[in-house]
């Protein structure tokens, strides 16, 4: 019997099965009630007790190993090749949800897209800020109030960074001129917040240096940037202003009019809409950075990333942007 055995374990040594029939004749073979397994079966139960000592393991254990054999090959078989007959491809299927972009994303894209057009490359930098970068390298006197802890949000010694500004920094330590980038993020500021603010928000900051770089050649930049991004004609104007890092400074408005309750409600009645801060980098800011301002000069502007946002898909409350409401979200499937 164990002749007949070790026969058996060569025949199957290494059997492979090609398709549903082989594997049946195969059962029928060994494993049936027919088969030559429940031979042997039959054969052990009369042998003497002491034969069925040295039988049985190597019996059983073959036994176990072509069932084994057959189970799995029958698994690897359907898996192949049963998909045809099982699945009806005709059938509608069930929906099934897909994620989308953020409208602050979108924006933001968009944004990217309309710079990197003109040949503004993208960076980004920290949130978690050291004060050089987010203050001192950007001209701000040490009694500034920006510093004040109602604005800022301090860590330790550092702070979360207040304005994209600190990116700019960060930019031209590495790089040498021409600089000609745009640079998105999130901003913190320890604001009172409520529909129209909230201590978190997101801005594009925007830098161009080079040699014999101009106020002209910002105001013609960004006109094409409003023209692009508002719609053609849209009128736009620049109020002079100050920041710290640039000089001369300006806020720039596009005209919304005064048509709609709307337009009234958000441009306070005047029909011009603040959209961004820009101006000529401060020289103090190029020295701090390395950049000899005899020979660069160069402007930056800054824009509000969520403003532009709720203007442009009107939603009424910057809070709602950040309830991860599926019900606000889905609206920008496929956007
Ligand atoms: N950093 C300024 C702000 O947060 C915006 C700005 C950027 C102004 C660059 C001028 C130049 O308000």
């Known amino acids: 019997m164990l002749d007949e055995i070790e026969k058996i374990e060569k025949e199957t040594a290494s059997i492979h099965f090609a398709d549903a029939e082989s594997l049946e004749q195969f059962r029928l073979t060994y494993l049936s009630s027919k088969g030559k397994i429940q031979h042997l ?11 069925k000592k040295t039988v049985g393991k190597p019996l059983n254990a073959l036994k176990a190993r072509l069932e084994e054999v057959y189970k799995i090959s029958k698994q690897q078989l359907t898996a192949t090749s049963g998909t045809e007959n099982k699945f009806d491809t005709t059938l509608p299927v069930s929906s099934m949800a897909t994620g989308s972009s953020h409208p602050l994303k979108i924006v933001e ?33 040490d009694d500034h109030p920006a510093r004040d802890m109602q604005d800022t949000f301090f860590i330790g010694n550092h702070v979360l960074r207040t304005h994209t500004s600190s990116v700019q920094i960060r930019e031209m330590e590495k790089r040498t001129p021409p600089i000609r980038l745009v640079m998105p993020g999130r901003v913190y500021r320890n604001e009172a917040i409520s529909s129209r603010s909230n201590c978190f928000f997101h801005q594009i900051e925007g830098l161009y240096i080079d040699k014999g770089v101009s106020f002209a050649d910002l105001k013609q930049t960004l006109y094409y940037f409003v023209q692009q991004f508002f719609g053609e004609g849209t009128q736009v104007r620049f109020r002079s202003s100050y920041f710290p890092f640039t000089e001369p400074s300006a806020e720039m408005d596009i005209w919304a009019g005064t048509d709609t309750e709307e337009n009234r409600r958000l441009t306070k009645g005047t029909g011009w809409l603040e959209v961004l801060g820009c101006g000529m980098v401060h020289p103090n800011v190029l020295k701090s950075c390395n950049i000899d301002p005899e020979v660069y000069q160069g402007y930056a502007f800054g824009m509000g990333i969520d403003r532009i946002t709720m203007l442009k898909y009107g939603i009424n409350d910057i809070r709602d942007m950040f309830h991860n409401d599926i019900r606000l979200l889905s609206q920008f499937a496929g956007l």
């Open 41 to 51: 079966m039959d054969a052990f139960r009369n042998l003497p007790g002491e034969d």
């Open 109 to 141: 894209n968009t944004l990217c897209d309309i710079f990197y057009s003109l040949g503004f490359d993208i960076a980004d930098g920290p949130e978690i800020e050291d004060d050089w970068h987010n203050f001192g390298a950007l001209n701000f006197a």
